[in-house]
């Protein structure tokens, strides 16, 4: 199956990454209803879109349920059936997928999540080129920069100011991050063949990583060039550079 519910599956069978996955299945009355019960908040996603199109997201409070999309306005509905009818009418004939919603770290309420870039060098081998924080805009329920109005910072600005972490705590943080990216590129070359891989984790309020998505088809590296440092977005181009003149003078293939 492909899209994100068959990318979800096929990392899921790798027990060591399966513990980073949130609950993730395809959206219908019951699922919706037992996520919903058992996490009180869930995204609502189109299984093959990508840059936070057509996201929304659903929750419970105390008295009521709500619902929203991207940035619109926040509706409120009695039951679970009513929010489930509602979601149903901004939906599109093509497979949807629910999802846990992770409760994601925040910097002045804004909730965040990290970028990790990797690329494949010269020698044909997966290699880490950089990680950054993304904000989420004001009202929005993505962290995308550009759909969702957010902006990008520092990976350990956002551990010290979010997470209060140690620079100890920083360097672990970072390591594992990096460490976990690996086995993802290792686990996804049985996938299909990718050059460069995005991948999208977010940390809670328990400092607990979480996978949010694996975005393999042209990730952004202008994330990365809005930072004021720009030697990441200049690793990144530089490394990119070399495996495409490797690819294009025979040294290496596309496996």
């Excluded at 996490?39 to 619902?67: C, D, L």
């Excluded at 619109?72 to 093509?94: E, P």
């Amino acid at each position: 199956m492909p899209g994100k519910l068959g990318l979800h599956l096929f990392y899921s069978k790798d027990p060591h990454i399966r513990a980073y996955l949130p609950s993730t299945t395809v959206l219908n009355r019951d699922s919706f209803y037992s996520l919903m019960r058992r996490y009180q908040s869930v995204y609502i996603k189109p299984n093959m879109s990508h840059m936070g199109k057509g996201i929304m997201k659903a929750w419970s409070t105390e008295k009521e349920y709500r619902f929203v999309k991207v940035k619109g306005d926040v509706k409120s509905f009695r039951n679970l059936k009513s929010t489930y009818n509602a979601i149903q009418k901004q939906t599109s004939k093509d497979l949807y997928i629910v999802q846990r919603a992770i409760h994601l770290a925040k910097i002045q309420t804004r909730p965040f999540d990290i970028r990790v870039m990797m690329i494949r060098n010269s020698q044909n081998e997966w290699q880490y080129t950089g990680m950054l924080a993304k904000v989420a805009g004001s009202s929005s329920v993505i962290t995308n920069v550009n759909r969702g109005g957010g902006y990008a910072i520092p990976i350990e600005n956002a551990l010290d100011t979010s997470l209060r972490l140690t620079h100890e705590q920083q360097h672990r943080t970072i390591k594992d991050l990096i460490d976990l990216s690996h086995r993802i590129c290792h686990r996804f070359n049985r996938y299909k063949y990718s050059s460069q891989i995005g991948i999208d984790f977010g940390i809670d309020q328990h400092h607990k990583i979480w996978i949010i998505e694996v975005n393999f088809d042209y990730p952004s590296h202008d994330l990365f060039n809005k930072l004021k440092d720009k030697t990441m977005y200049r690793k990144i181009k530089s490394i990119r550079n070399t495996y495409l003149k490797a690819l294009q003078a025979g040294k290496i293939r596309r496996k």
